[in-house]
Structures are given as structure tokens and as C-alpha cells.
């Protein structure tokens, strides 16, 4: 089946310990996303990468790190520097060479520093 | 891209139809009507989208104002399984990225 895949659903972590949340996807898409939703709020965007071996900060881009180095494959690193980690973390898809702005979504990451 | 506001909540029984509004009043001619859902601890999940006519899918109808100012998501048969939040969002086609608001948090009662 086609898709996105985020592993794992929930993560455990030691305040100062850096930290990679895994996005893989199926669906030859060469545009990749990462989004943070914290509760009751929407999602905000971290990264997105358009192309292998590029990409660009979202909004809310300090205290974490990416690498595109396949196109199936967008991992995330939550690094120490980021102030407030805990939150859900969700990966996105998309076709760039459609106008359409359908995102594919994973089924999210739920990381908790304690 | 265009602000959009919505109800935060809104209550409907099963087997009805859900009727959500979005305002969208600065809206321009270039921008679509993007609506997803996300089911508790899911991913959010396209539903529909319109830049100026009605729109009908399997999941959903779309229904966009004429003067585009603002637009409602129909739901015909609400189901217990439409409980989710709701966002609605403006944005021009192949734009980079989504801007996800507080969305609307629909709840369908037994």
C-alpha cells in the first residue's frame, strides 16, 4: 500500500538528549513536510524539503535540524536546543508537479521530553 | 494567503447533515477553498477543495459563496466517524505550504 510511514507512534526522551523521528514515504512524492501541533492548537510548519538535498525552515524552525538524502526518506532531529519538545509531530507528502495542494499525512509522532 | 476564522466548536446528531462554515472575506481571486479533517491523533486528511463553484465529492459537498466571502463544508449523512476537527483553509494552487488554523472541532452525537 502506498504511503507514509512515521515509527515510532510514541517516543520517550530525556530533556538535553537529542532526538530523530523517522518519515518515510511510498508515494514518489518529491515534496516532504514536518509539522508540529501542539494541543488544541493547529499544525504549525517546521521544515520542507521540494527536492533531494534541499530544503527550507517553516515557521518555527529553531532547535530543529532535517536531511533529504532520499527522496522516500525525511528524517527530523529535535535537538537540545529546543525549548519546549513535547508535542505531536506530523509528516507530510506532496506532488510537486501537481498545482493541487492535496498533503499526504503520516500518522504522527508523539514525542514526550521529560 | 488568505485568513480564515470558524466556528471552535459545533455539535450535530448522527445520520444528519453537518453544515461547517468558513469565512474567508479577504479571500483573492487566486485563492482556493481547502478543507481537511483530523480524526483524534491522526494526520489530517484532505477532504475537498473549490475556487469559485460548488464542489461534490464522495466525502463531502462544497459550498462557496458568490462572492467567494465565504464557503460551508456539508457532510449529508453525518456518522459517528466524522467526529474530528475541522480546518478550512485559502491558499493559492502549488503553494509550498498549508497554514492550519484552530479549525472547527465537530462532534456527531448518537
Known amino acids: 500500500d502506498g504511503g507514509i510511514t512515521q515509527s515510532p507512534k510514541y517516543l520517550f526522551r530525556k530533556e538535553g538528549q537529542n532526538v530523530t523521528l523517522s518519515c518515510e514515504q511510498n508515494l514518489n512524492h518529491d515534496a516532504m513536510y514536518w509539522y508540529r501541533q501542539d494541543p488544541g492548537q493547529g499544525l504549525r510548519l517546521i521544515y520542507y524539503?521540494?527536492?533531494?538535498?534541499?530544503?527550507q525552515k517553516g515557521d518555527i524552525a529553531e532547535g530543529y535540524s532535517v536531511s533529504r538524502e532520499k527522496k522516500e526518506s525525511f528524517p527530523l532531529t529535535v535537538t537540545s536546543a529546543q525549548k519546549n519538545p513535547t508535542a505531536f509531530y506530523l509528516c507530510?507528502?506532496?506532488?510537486?508537479?501537481?498545482?493541487?495542494?492535496?498533503?499526504?499525512f503520516g500518522p504522527g509522532t508523539r514525542l514526550t521530553v521529560l | 494567503d488568505a485568513k480564515t476564522t470558524q466556528p471552535p466548536s459545533m455539535d450535530c446528531a448522527e445520520g444528519r447533515a453537518a453544515n461547517l462554515p468558513c469565512n474567508h472575506s479577504t479571500i483573492s481571486g487566486n485563492e482556493y477553498v481547502y478543507w481537511y479533517r483530523q480524526i483524534h491523533s491522526q494526520g489530517p486528511q484532505y477532504i475537498i477543495h473549490g475556487l469559485k463553484n460548488n464542489e461534490t465529492n464522495e466525502m463531502a459537498s462544497l459550498i462557496i459563496t458568490e462572492d467567494r466571502k465565504s464557503s460551508t463544508l456539508i457532510l449529508p449523512h453525518a456518522t459517528l466517524r466524522d467526529t474530528a476537527v475541522y480546518y478550512c483553509i485559502a491558499i493559492i494552487q502549488g503553494a509550498q505550504k498549508l497554514v492550519f488554523g484552530q479549525g472547527t472541532r465537530l462532534t456527531i452525537n448518537p
Open positions: 507530510a507528502s506532496r506532488s510537486s508537479g501537481s498545482h493541487h495542494n492535496e498533503q499526504f
Open positions: 524539503s521540494q527536492i533531494v538535498n534541499d530544503f
